[in-house]
């Protein structure tokens, strides 16, 4: 499956590659600079890019897609008019599966239920050779760490948790559709040059703590907006001791804190883990070019003169940590929980308690949480949460399966649900949740957001490590600290869990009966593509319309969001993850979990021409019905978590033409412009009080639109009085060029003369 000629000729020009970037930038490199110069575009690098500044072109060596995102990526891709995939990519259905019964009954359901959309990309997959990983083979991010990444390489996904791959030494970068449909078309992706930050890991996980808590410490620092626009390294004894999927899940939650990616120097636990996982031949390559896999030592030893910004963590005195409610970087340590929750009066009652996921279902995962599952019955306890666990693949499933490990979590009443999203990703069909109450529960995935799992905005999600949640699900109790704390046994007696213990490959070896791959055809010229045009699920993409050339005048404020707006108020997932790939249907939950600015409700706005309030979409296509363009306005870290670029393409298709806000996620702002709309930030974040809630909007400046160079907004207010505010941006010249044609791939389209 995985490409070694590929690796081979990445290896053969990497020391080469890092020799050249060494000169051009003048001093030792950090690991990320190595694998960044290796993969420019231009080849070897000639002089040095600023960082946080210089946009530069790269060359990926991979592409990632899941089935949610890939529905519009690849309908993207079939306008772009090429015969094939330009570099190995791969599809993997994993978002679309709803958890109710078990593994089988949910996922014979679901292949039912989107066989419409699963046709349809096994068909595309197969048309342009992209291999294609069946509903039930496990989630993107674990399929991809056990299949395809590799020390050194370069990838791009199109979900943000794509970083989860730096556990294998990648860089791994999350993206929209319209990002891989480039690479797939065999263009250069481009992205600002990163700035970096280095995390010293010194001392050694024990007893309790696991490399999640590594990740929710970080996250508690540096909060959900610390890491944009960088890279995190992880480095030191710390990390060379942790094993590779222990650093994957590091990575993964890298997402949270918006980092660019992170990544970690090749060492003998990712050589392990290659070798484990059926790839001897790419950990012998590796080995042969190791020195280039990580920093120069001058890097390591003196972390302050080479990274933006360098963290030091303790890992012998780190403790367990709970992130959470509602937003993934509200960290508390264990020891604190039980004055923290009383101070903020969360249920302290814990509901469900959920392993698994892409961030956490490794074979060592699941071992240490069976350690603890085990004691339940050793020591008459009595499992007081509901507890479930979704495998992150067929291949862990089917190991932990052989080695006893889901009879032992049986026996504590869990239920497995099947190698996919599933609860992660709003496909849960909890019990009872539509009565909306007040409720706890713990989680080992990665995000948190208000709604995610169940949809009951007073769900209170708290992300901790698989470990933890175990503990907390057998206690029932939120502020249950396994260190010090004992439970009472069936007999009434006092007992104490036992630290966690488990293995980090699988002594037997993995297994798997069918992995649930499917290669692409050699030829795929004759496969056809269908997509109804009756199809509620799919639906061919029309053409953005290019700019007018004038600036833009009357623009209505449909919406000034309030407070934290993600992809998922924006875009929300759960139910409509089914129109992923109908971009009119889908359009329909535009915003409407943002929180309006004037009255504090979601889904309730005033349309400007009727003077009624009324749902985000409606009102939106009612200006759109009238020609009259809107403008979105928001807070900070706007379109934080997802890659979805129905996010931003959902505007673009309604008229909405500029969103407004004090900062934006990195992904979402690229694929706001790719998609040719406006993104543009208030250069005086106090100017956000300005915008009132009856005023039509000019954007001043366009048909001088350059790099660099605000533009103007003209807030005309219903009383007649007019404020006129800067509004920055970061468009390139080629991004403007995206702008004026209407979107990115309007042009790519007029290049290969589709
Ligand atoms: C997520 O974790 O939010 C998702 C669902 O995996 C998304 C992708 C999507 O919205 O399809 C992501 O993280 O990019
Ligand atoms: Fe799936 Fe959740 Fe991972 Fe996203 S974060 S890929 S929804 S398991």
Not at 260 to 288: C, I, N, Q, W
Not at 559 to 575: E, F, N, R
Not at 577 to 600: P, T, Y
Request: net charge negative; aromatic share 8%.
């Amino acid at each position: 499956m995985f490409d070694l000629s590929m690796i081979k000729a990445v290896y053969e020009r990497f020391p080469g590659r890092v020799a050249a970037a060494r000169k051009a930038v003048g001093r030792p490199l950090t690991l990320t600079e190595k694998i960044l110069y290796a993969h420019l575009t231009q080849g070897d690098a000639t002089a040095a890019f600023a960082r946080g500044k210089d946009y530069v072109d790269f060359a990926p060596d991979r592409v990632a897609m899941q089935d949610a995102t890939a529905q519009m990526a690849l309908l993207q891709f079939m306008q772009a008019g090429r015969a094939k995939v330009a570099v190995p990519s791969t599809v993997h259905c994993d978002h679309l599966i709803v958890a109710k019964d078990n593994s089988k009954v949910d996922l014979e359901r679901a292949v039912n239920e989107s066989k419409e959309v699963y046709d349809f990309l096994a068909s595309v997959s197969n048309k342009y050779g992209i291999g294609f990983w069946k509903p039930g083979a496990g989630i993107i991010h674990q399929v991809v760490l056990e299949n395809y990444a590799f020390p050194g390489g370069m990838m791009i996904g199109t979900d943000s948790h794509t970083v989860n791959a730096g556990g294998l030494g990648m860089i791994a970068i999350g993206v929209g559709g319209a990002d891989a449909c480039d690479v797939m078309a065999g263009l250069p992706w481009e992205l600002k040059m990163p700035k970096l930050i280095g995390v010293k890991l010194t001392g050694k996980l024990n007893g309790w703590t696991a490399p999640k808590d590594v990740i929710l410490k970080v996250a508690g620092i540096l909060t959900v907006k610390g890491g944009t626009g960088a890279v995190v390294e992880y480095f030191g004894e710390g990390a060379v001791a942790m094993s590779c999927t222990g650093k994957g899940t590091i990575c993964n939650m890298g997402a949270e804190i918006g980092a660019t990616t992170s990544t970690f120097g090749y060492d003998e636990s990712m050589s392990r883990y290659l070798k484990a996982t059926g790839r001897e031949a790419v950990a012998e390559l590796a080995d042969g070019i190791a020195e280039h896999l990580t920093a120069d030592p001058e890097v390591y030893a003196n972390p302050e003169q080479y990274f933006d910004q360098v963290i030091e963590i303790n890992l012998s005195e780190l403790e367990p940590h709970l992130n959470g409610p509602f937003t993934p970087d509200l960290a508390t340590p264990i020891s604190k929980m039980k004055e923290v929750a009383a101070a903020n009066n969360w249920p302290t009652k814990v509901e469900v308690g959920l392993i698994g996921s892409c961030t956490n279902s490794s074979y060592e995962d699941i071992s240490r949480a069976v350690s603890l599952a085990k004691q339940v019955a050793e020591k008459g306890l009595k499992t007081k949460a509901e507890f479930t666990i979704t495998p992150g693949s067929e291949q862990v499933r089917y190991t932990i399966e052989r080695d006893g490990f889901l009879d032992t979590f049986a026996q504590i009443g869990a239920t497995v649900f099947a190698n996919a999203c599933g609860p992660c990703i709003g496909m849960w069909e909890r019990m009872g949740a539509e009565k909306q109450e007040r409720n706890t529960i713990v989680h080992s995935f990665n995000r948190n957001f208000a709604k995610r799992a169940d949809g009951n905005p007073n769900t209170m999600a708290f992300v901790a490590s698989p470990e933890l949640v175990t503990a907390l699900a057998i206690a029932g109790d939120l502020t249950f600290n396994p260190i010090t704390d004992t439970l009472t046994n069936e007999k009434g007696e006092q007992v104490k869990l036992d630290p966690p213990s488990g293995y980090e490959l699988p002594v037997r070896g993995f297994a798997v009966e069918d992995a649930g791959y499917q290669a692409p055809a050699e030829d795929g010229s004759g496969v056809n593509v269908i997509v109804e045009p009756t199809s509620k699920r799919l639906q061919l993409l029309d053409p953005f319309p290019a700019w007018e050339g004038t600036d833009l005048k009357g623009l209505k404020l449909l919406i000034k969001a309030k407070g934290k707006c993600t992809t998922d108020h924006i875009s929300m997932a759960g139910p409509w993850l089914k129109f992923r790939g109908h971009l009119d249907n889908i359009s329909n939950n535009m915003l409407i979990g943002a929180v309006n600015f004037f009255n504090e409700k979601t889904d309730n706005i005033k349309n400007q021409l009727t003077g009624e309030y009324g749902p985000v979409p409606a009102t939106q296509r009612a200006y759109k019905a009238a020609g009259i363009g809107s403008i979105v306005v928001g807070d900070e870290n706007y379109g934080e978590g997802s890659s979805r670029e129905h996010a931003a393409m959902e505007p673009r298709h309604l008229g909405v033409r500029a969103v407004l806000v004090k900062s934006f996620a990195r992904i979402h702002e690229t694929n706001l412009k790719k998609q040719g709309m406006l993104a543009l930030t208030f250069a005086d974040k106090a100017d956000y009080e300005k915008i009132q809630e009856d005023d039509s909007i000019d954007i001043v400046g366009l048909t001088e639109f350059a790099p660099g160079k605000p533009l103007t907004l003209v807030l005309n207010h219903a009383d007649g009085s007019k404020d006129e505010i800067s509004v920055n941006h970061t468009y390139n010249e080629q991004q403007i060029e995206w702008f004026k044609a209407g979107a990115a791939l309007n042009i790519i389209r007029k290049q290969f003369g589709a």
